[in-house]
């Protein structure tokens, strides 16, 4: 079973976190921990982090189809940073991964919890069996 | 000597796969290092063959090659650790004498799989074991079907070997009292590779390795090797009775068409006659097990040569059958669909409400699909509607979610359309 972890964060200030050096390094390094632990478990399917919202852009097709793009949106006070999609027995694990994700450590090593989304990736049709 | 590479030749190779393991475990004692020859040894026949032709004695070769691979895996294993320790030994590296064996020790494979359907093992990664290992694919193959990254799969795979290898499963064959207790964790492996790929034999991904052809082969040959097992046969009937309906499945533009809207004509004669052959050969013996009821069930079906031939009594008394021998929350779905059959709707509905309370089936979108169903047939669109909504709200398959959303769109329209007054007959 396929799931997305979508890790929401909150916007703050100019979205770049601004932590001392050590607690950010200790984030850095507790990231890039988990994307290898997934890996050695057979378990990860793709993880990808997303620019700064400072990056985004809405886009809508115009009239005739040509793309009309509207800037950066400071009403929005959560933003997607990126997400993991995970290849895994239960949910259960699914949800245990997310837990790990969302206590990443903060400023003051302090875990974030964060809130982490996790959906479950649509498939093919089930067999018709039992 | 050689023989041209033709179409029998892949099969061949896998075929000999599961057997070249096992001659490479019992000569080596370590699972996890033959393994990784054999496939060596059989990436080599799949570049070689083709061109140089199909050797005389193709599974010697194949030993052969493995043989070397490992012996020069431990070759340079020892000559790692005499770089670290710096001490020059005199070491025997000298392998066991491969001798070419002609004879075929099917024996073999029957250990391997049951080695590979471990029950230590977590089912995703018995099946990508078993995949590699039995079945003889590549790890890229086995990566495909699932549409894992290849390092993802080949750490499965690796971890699998890990924990065989931690829970010291002896390479043996096992009597027949473990193998009986042992068999259904190997037909379930086998089942959940058979779903795998009829899932997922539609929507974007037709260019995957076909997993339901690769369950088939494998329980067919699991079924050489237990020709006195009825479950195996019956596990066998099953899969061909049902992938025997896989072209009247889906619609041109890969939509789902149930059993009872299906152009039966598609359906494969062949398999069908042969899942009917070993599944009355399997029932004539003593013990009627889950698989050849399923596949019982699945025969009513295929015989049935239009929707409203089929024989719903016979279905109601095999789903009798099946609460008794493997009761769960699907069988008696599936027992109150049976009886809506026979006794009419009202029946089901009143069957489906005790399944109200079922916390293993709670959320779950079956449940909703089967009562919009038979409200449809009692005539409550209003609740009808309803009820596909929410199962196509909950289940995770998009062909399927497609098809319920359909279904209350058409009863939707049909409510407010001006022929609303005519009886809903059978969907």
Redesign the interface.
Not at chain 1, 39 to 46: D, N, T
Not at chain 1, 120 to 130: A, D, K, N, V
Not at chain 2, 154 to 159: D, E, F, K
């Given at each position: 079973?396929?799931y997305i972890l979508m890790m929401n964060t909150m916007r703050v200030g100019r979205g770049v976190p601004q932590w001392p050096q050590k607690d950010l390094q200790a984030h850095i390094a507790f990231m890039i921990n988990i994307d290898k632990e997934l890996?050695?478990?057979?378990?990860?399917?793709?993880a990808e982090g997303l620019s700064f919202p400072n990056q985004a852009k809405l886009v809508r097709a115009g009239k005739d189809g040509t793309p009309i793009t509207d800037g950066v949106f400071p009403e929005s006070k959560e933003f997607l940073a990126g997400y993991w999609i995970v290849?895994v027995?239960s949910p259960e694990r699914a949800y245990a991964i997310a837990a790990r994700v969302s206590a990443a450590p903060g400023p003051g090593g302090t875990p974030l919890n964060m809130p982490i989304e996790v959906r479950?990736?649509?498939?093919?049709?089930?067999?018709?069996?039992? | 000597m050689t023989k041209p590479w033709d179409s029998t030749s892949e099969h061949l190779l896998r075929e000999l796969a599961p057997q070249v393991l096992g001659s490479i475990v019992r000569r080596f004692c370590d699972f996890s290092l033959a393994e990784d020859a054999v496939q060596e040894a059989m990436i080599a026949a799949f570049t070689q063959w083709p061109q140089e032709g199909v050797p005389d004695n193709p599974r010697g070769w194949l030993i052969q090659v493995a043989s070397r691979r490992v012996t020069d895996q431990v070759r340079s294993e020892i000559a790692r650790r005499e770089r670290e320790t710096a001490v020059a030994r005199e070491v025997d590296i000298t392998a066991p004498s491969v001798e070419i064996e002609s004879d075929v020790d099917s024996d073999d494979t029957l250990i391997l799989l049951f080695m590979c359907c471990h029950p230590a093992l977590?089912?995703?990664?018995a099946i990508a074991l078993t995949l590699r290992a039995v079945g003889g694919l590549t790890t890229a193959e086995i990566a495909n079907a699932?549409?894992?990254?290849e390092?993802?799969?080949?750490?499965?795979?690796?971890?699998a070997k890990q924990s065989i290898k931690a829970s010291g499963v002896p390479f043996r064959l096992l009597s027949s009292q473990e193998r009986a207790v042992r068999l259904p964790a190997v037909l379930h492996v086998l089942y959940l590779i058979?779903?795998e790929g009829?899932?997922?034999?539609?929507?974007p991904?037709l260019q995957r390795l076909d997993l339901a052809r690769e369950a088939i082969r494998l329980t067919r040959c699991a079924k050489a090797l237990l020709p006195d097992d009825a479950e195996v046969a019956g596990l066998l009937a099953?899969m061909l009775l049902?992938d025997a309906r896989r072209a009247a499945r889906t619609g041109p533009d890969e939509e789902?068409i149930p059993?009872d809207k299906q152009d039966r004509t598609l359906w494969d004669r062949a398999e069908i006659s042969e899942g009917i052959g070993l599944l009355t050969a399997a029932l004539s013996k003593a013990s009627v097990g889950l698989y050849q009821l399923?596949a019982a069930v699945?025969a009513v079906h295929d015989e049935a040569a239009r929707t409203e031939d089929t024989d719903w009594p016979q279905v109601l008394a095999l789903y009798e059958l099946l609460k008794r021998v493997s009761p769960?929350p699907?069988?008696t779905l599936?027992h109150a669909i049976a009886a809506a059959m026979v006794h009419g709707p009202a029946k089901g509905l009143e069957l489906l409400r005790a399944l109200d309370t079922d916390a293993r089936l709670a959320g779950h979108y079956r449940l909703d699909a089967v009562r919009a169903h038979l409200l449809e047939m009692v005539g409550d669109y209003e609740s009808a509607i309803m009820h596909y909504r929410i199962a196509a709200g909950r289940?995770?398959?998009?062909?399927?979610?497609n098809y319920l959303m359909t279904q209350a769109a058409r009863l939707d329209d049909k409510r407010s359309g001006p022929d609303n007054t005519t009886a809903a007959p059978i969907p």
């Open positions: 079973m396929k890996r050695q478990a057979g378990e990860l399917v793709s290849d027995d479950p990736i649509m498939s093919g049709p089930p067999p018709e069996m039992l | 977590t089912s995703s990664s699932f549409l894992v990254p390092a993802t799969m080949a750490q499965r795979i690796s971890r058979f779903n009829y899932a997922s034999s539609i929507g991904h099953l049902t789902l059993l399923q699945a769960g699907m069988v599936n289940t995770t398959s998009i062909p399927e979610q």
